[in-house]
């Protein structure tokens, strides 16, 4: 395995078994990067050579963006924690192998916090109760820090004197935001909030380029392994200069803003989630790039649309979610035509099935396959796919 030292896996997280978000924890890493490796070769060998999988150096506390879960127990005593996986039972924990150690800290903080300024927890049976979740994220390499209250009720008397508390212990916040979600769903996050400290985002800075975070947009999880997967991607597009480049399911707009900083001639981003396309207009703006254009809409519709216009892409990169693209897409794609299509998958079953589709007739040849481990401990692989037009 490349780039990767012997790690013993932390065998000592007390609650590996009731958690059951890290799955590979009883294996080392190097057992890990095997692993993925050869769940990767076994879904994508049959189009192309897997390349080694990308492991991590140091691969603990890799996580910028942290979530906690608050409930009081019968005793009355308040916990803080992850949800057992696929069931509503909060496990409590304090601080987490994958997590980030400082957003680990502030949510113990909050925590303690909470009785002196009589702040309740929220309870999912009664719907009744202030707060819900918890959520940090850290930009890794700004140290900007932001903190969501996710509360059930909009009324929060004392959060000047909290927003004081909070930020006397951990300077380092650089914004605070309640969210409002009084709704009984899954979703952590409503659709009210408002700034109590700072600019409501953070920033943070990704291959030489700089981004702004949104409580609500997504942003990578693992910013180390992120420059990895984004570099094999650029790599793989082979960029000289001029080219149209689509950026789709672009998020804030990251891979299309690396790309168009790097050379390309002129790029367009589209992307479903409106407070995501926001920010990747935002950044476009701060990186100084005015070669970018972005688009807010469904990936597939719009692929749709460009494929029956005059514009001819030379190279799109789909980034797609963990159910992959669409027919809708695919077949676009296809009558689009580009020289180079750089494929980045969270789910190499859907990534299997997406190929099948691009390669049955044909028309696209899988040139490069190279899994990168942006999920450590987790059974979780990403992969970057180069295709080429036949
Ligand atoms: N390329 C970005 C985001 C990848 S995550 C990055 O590297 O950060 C996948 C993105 O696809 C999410 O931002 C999600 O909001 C968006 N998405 C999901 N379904 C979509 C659809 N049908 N059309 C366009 N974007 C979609």
Request: contains cysteine; positive net charge.
């Amino acid at each position: 395995m490349s780039n990767t030292k012997e790690h013993i896996s932390n065998g000592s997280c007390p609650v590996y078994k009731k958690c059951g978000g890290c799955q590979l924890q009883n294996l080392t890493y190097k057992q890990q990067l095997e692993l993925k490796q050869k769940k990767v070769e076994k879904l994508l060998k049959k189009f192309c050579k897997v390349m080694p999988i990308i492991g991590m150096e140091t691969p603990y506390h890799y996580r910028n963006k942290v979530q906690a879960a608050f409930r009081t127990t019968k005793q009355g005593k308040i916990i803080s924690g992850v949800y057992q996986s696929g069931t509503h039972h909060i496990v409590g924990i304090d601080s987490c192998q994958t997590e980030d150690e400082t957003a680990d800290r502030i949510i113990v903080a909050v925590r303690k916090l909470l009785p002196s300024f009589k702040m309740t927890t929220y309870n999912e049976d009664t719907g009744k109760g202030f707060l819900r979740h918890v959520l940090v994220k850290r930009g890794f390499a700004t140290n900007e820090v932001m903190l969501v209250l996710v509360t059930g009720t909009p009324v929060f008397p004392s959060k000047n004197n909290f927003v004081k508390a909070i930020r006397k212990q951990f300077p380092q916040i650089t914004t605070i935001v309640q969210n409002v979600n009084p709704y009984r769903t899954n979703l952590v996050l409503g659709d009210n909030q408002k700034v109590l400290y700072g600019k409501g985002y953070i920033e943070d800075i990704l291959c030489g380029c700089k981004f702004r975070i949104s409580p609500k947009s997504f942003y990578q999880i693992n910013p180390v392994q992120t420059e990895v997967l984004y570099n094999t991607a650029m790599d793989f597009a082979q960029l000289k200069g001029n080219e149209v480049v689509l950026d789709t399911y672009c998020g804030i707009g990251t891979i299309g803003i690396v790309a168009a900083k790097r050379s390309a001639g002129r790029v367009i981003g589209v992307e479903l989630n409106g407070d995501a396309v926001r920010d990747a207009i935002v950044n476009a703006k701060s990186n100084e790039l005015k070669n970018i254009r972005f688009f807010k809409g469904d990936a597939g519709e719009f692929m749709y649309e460009v494929a029956n216009e005059d514009e001819k892409p030379d190279v799109v990169f789909m980034d797609p979610p963990r159910a992959g693209s669409d027919e809708k897409f695919l077949s676009s794609l296809i009558k689009m035509s580009p020289k180079t299509v750089v494929y980045i998958s969270c789910n190499p079953e859907t990534m299997a099935r997406d190929l099948e589709y691009m390669t049955h007739n044909n028309d696209y040849k899988v040139q490069k396959i190279q899994p990168v481990d942006m999920f450590p401990h987790t059974a979780h692989v990403e992969c970057v796919v180069l295709m080429s037009k036949k």
